[in-house]
């Protein structure tokens, strides 16, 4: 069986309050069943790494 990550699972494993989720640009769903949206936890991990500042690129600079 597959387990796909909801946005309060995604927010949990990310360290954020599920509510702040709708700031969050996530990649697209690997399953949808209506209007529900799930994500594979690999898929989550893999967005996670490449956010600026979190493991992947580095945050933006404010210096120009």
Do not use: F
């Not at 597959?2 to 399953?31: F, H, Q, W």
């Not at 949808?32 to 989550?44: A, C, F, K």
């Amino acid at each position: 069986m597959i387990n796909y990550l909801s946005l309060s699972d995604i927010a949990e494993r990310i360290g954020v309050k599920s509510t702040s989720m709708s700031l969050y640009k996530l990649p697209e769903p690997d399953a949808r069943i209506g209007r529900t949206r799930g994500w594979l936890p690999e898929t989550i991990d893999a967005w996670q790494a490449t956010r600026p500042g979190h493991g992947g690129r580095p945050r933006k600079s404010d210096d120009k």
